[in-house]
């Protein structure tokens, strides 16, 4: 039987008359018996992809190489990141959701007990915040208005506003950051204010004050008590329109104040609960006087 016959039968090309001659031929015996076994054999199912890989592996240049080692990393380094990505947002979670912000609106003061028993008293539309979690390696406080500090003896203890930072150890003491006025009074102890690149050591009844720019250091009357703790605004040596703005925030009123010197220096204090008291307080010294109609008040000169 010649090797034609059998291409042909391994082909299905046979003709019927072919077939019939093959079949009967000593060689289709044979043939038949080696099929049989080969169907019995199974090889194991490759994996189409991963040879193809193999195979391109094999055949690359070493710069190609590299450049497929490159590949590989590339998902281990995204792996990587999101990892990061969840320790980043579980730090901020945990950690930063200790953070404290205490705040006031108009006419609203607040007594405020740091973790340390340290006390702020936080004036009208005035803020602190500190981090609660972390108090007893950092005592801290970022403020924003005015308010009054009593500060347990301990490790340092600083307040930091946009305008400065003041440090102590242990003392009473009262910030007030409103626009362009920035005062620190020291009433016990010892602060140091660093403003710029000024550094100023306050000693008790000492004033460091700025305005627009301009800073000095004042002492006041001794045997004043904090005028927060007394329900009371003071100043000393201010211009007349930071009284008028702390009487507007004190009271929820509007002032007019036409053909009225607001240049002028001021020192005295008011009162934060009686509003014709008050009025009094800051009118009388100047030789003033007021008139309340509903929700404001007009200063004219006598």
């Not at 016959?5 to 080696?34: A, D, M, R, T, V």
């Not at 901020?92 to 405020?112: C, L, Q, R, W």
Request: hydrophobic share 35%; net charge neutral; proline share 2%.
């Amino acid at each position: 039987m010649s090797e034609k016959y059998i291409e042909k039968w391994l082909n299905g090309e046979l003709s019927e008359q072919e077939k019939q001659e093959f079949e009967n031929s000593p060689e289709f015996e044979s043939l038949k018996k080696l099929t049989s076994s080969i169907e019995k054999f199974k090889a194991p199912e490759l994996d189409k992809e991963k040879e193809w890989e193999r195979i391109k592996a094999t055949i690359y240049d070493n710069s190609n190489e590299k450049s497929k080692k490159s590949v590989q990393w590339f998902p281990t380094f995204i792996k990587v990141a999101a990892a990061i990505a969840i320790i980043a947002t579980a730090y901020i979670y945990f950690f930063t959701n200790n953070i404290t912000t205490i705040s006031t609106s108009v006419a609203e003061k607040k007594t405020v007990v740091l973790p340390d028993s340290s006390i702020v008293i936080l004036n009208s539309l005035s803020s602190i915040t500190y981090d609660d979690s972390n108090w007893d390696n950092q005592r801290e406080v970022k403020m924003e208005g005015e308010a009054l500090f009593t500060v347990k003896k301990g490790s340092k203890f600083e307040v930091k506003s946009s305008s400065g930072t003041i440090k102590v150890l242990g003392t009473e003491f009262n910030v007030r950051e409103r626009g362009s006025l920035f005062e620190v009074i020291c009433y016990e102890g010892l602060v140091q204010v660093n403003k710029g690149n000024e550094e100023v050591r306050l000693t008790s009844n000492k004033i460091f004050s700025s305005l627009a720019g301009k800073s000095s250091v004042k002492e006041k009357a001794t045997g004043i008590t904090p005028h927060l703790a007394s329900n009371e605004s003071a100043f000393y040596s201010v211009p007349f329109k930071e009284v008028l703005n702390e009487f507007e925030r004190q009271y929820q009123v509007d002032i007019s104040s036409k053909n009225i010197d607001l240049q002028r220096d001021f020192t005295g204090k008011f009162t934060h609960t009686d509003i014709d008291l008050a009025l009094k307080s800051i009118t009388v010294p100047l030789d003033l006087s007021y008139k309340i109609n509903g929700g404001k008040v007009i200063l004219s000169k006598k």
